[in-house]
């Protein structure tokens, strides 16, 4: 209704983001710990706005979220690229599990950038599962550029963490993953009146 397209889908998740942040509740469950296994070495976080930190902030976009009033009810009161007024699903898990909010990768200096042996964020906002998903609106990290980004945090400085590969595989086996991206896919086929990528998202899911 008299909005762009671009800009529906992104207060779309925005709501979802909202819902989101208001269920979750800081507080461990015993029952719940137990089910995941309690404690883990490291949170590695891969996904779009719902959980983006600040990466977008570091790209070429129209999708960022380094204004107030977001982050007006974050540490601080400062917008940090968070899509929210707080802190984001990805925050709370964090603190859940007890690790330090999981820093954006984007914003991490050189060196450090391959360097966080316990937790690094990858997501980008307006991305999603396909390469092509949110580029009309500037870069993003999709899926794909998400992983190989991990991949080579794996293979430049978390190998050099590890004296055997065993080591280095039980490190990651034992690490907790958070992956909450897809939503941008559907968004932008709904806006893009492309009933056929649909199919082919469907597709993609069913075949992998
Ligand atoms: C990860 O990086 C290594 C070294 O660059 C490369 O050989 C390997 O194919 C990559 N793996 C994936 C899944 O991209
Ligand atoms: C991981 O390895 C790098 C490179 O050798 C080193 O600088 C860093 O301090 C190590 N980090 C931890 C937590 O062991």
Same mark, same amino acid.
């Given at each position: 209704?008299?909005?762009? =397209?671009?800009?529906?889908?992104? $207060?779309?998740?925005?709501?979802?983001?909202?819902?989101?942040?208001?269920?979750?509740?800081?507080?461990?469950?015993?029952?719940?710990?137990?089910?995941?296994?309690?404690?883990?070495?490291?949170?590695?976080?891969?996904?779009?706005? $719902?959980?983006?930190?600040?990466?977008?902030?570091?790209?070429?976009?129209?999708?960022?979220?380094?204004? /107030?009033? *977001?982050?007006?009810?974050?540490?601080?009161?400062?917008?940090?690229?968070?899509? =929210?007024?707080? @802190?984001?699903?990805?925050?709370?898990?964090?603190?859940?599990?007890?690790? /330090?909010?999981? /820093?954006?990768?984007?914003?991490? /200096?050189? @060196? #450090?950038?391959?360097?966080?042996?316990?937790?690094?964020?990858?997501?980008?906002?307006?991305?999603?599962?396909?390469?092509?998903?949110?580029?009309?609106?500037? %870069?993003?990290?999709?899926?794909?550029?998400?992983?190989?980004?991990?991949?080579?945090?794996?293979?430049?400085?978390?190998?050099?963490?590890?004296?055997?590969?065993?080591?280095?595989?039980?490190?990651?086996?034992?690490?907790?993953?958070?992956?909450?991206?897809?939503?941008?896919? *559907?968004?932008?086929?709904?806006? %893009?009146? #492309?009933?056929? %990528?649909?199919?082919?998202?469907?597709?993609?899911?069913? =075949?992998?």
């Amino acid at each position: 209704m008299g909005l762009p =397209s671009s800009l529906k889908s992104h $207060l779309l998740l925005l709501f979802v983001c909202f819902l989101n942040v208001s269920t979750i509740s800081t507080k461990p469950l015993r029952e719940e710990a137990v089910f995941f296994g309690g404690k883990f070495p490291a949170l590695y976080v891969i996904g779009d706005s $719902l959980i983006d930190p600040g990466n977008n902030n570091y790209l070429l976009t129209l999708i960022k979220a380094n204004f /107030p009033p *977001y982050g007006s009810n974050f540490e601080g009161g400062k917008a940090t690229g968070r899509f =929210s007024d707080g @802190k984001t699903i990805a925050d709370y898990i964090a603190i859940y599990y007890g690790f /330090p909010l999981v /820093p954006a990768y984007m914003g991490l /200096p050189g @060196k #450090q950038k391959n360097n966080i042996l316990t937790s690094i964020n990858f997501a980008s906002a307006s991305c999603g599962i396909f390469s092509d998903t949110g580029k009309r609106v500037g %870069r993003c990290l999709s899926m794909n550029v998400q992983i190989d980004l991990f991949n080579e945090t794996i293979e430049d400085n978390l190998k050099k963490n590890f004296t055997t590969q065993p080591e280095l595989g039980k490190h990651l086996a034992e690490s907790l993953f958070m992956i909450g991206i897809g939503v941008n896919d *559907y968004a932008s086929s709904l806006t %893009r009146i #492309q009933p056929i %990528r649909m199919t082919s998202l469907t597709g993609f899911f069913t =075949s992998s």
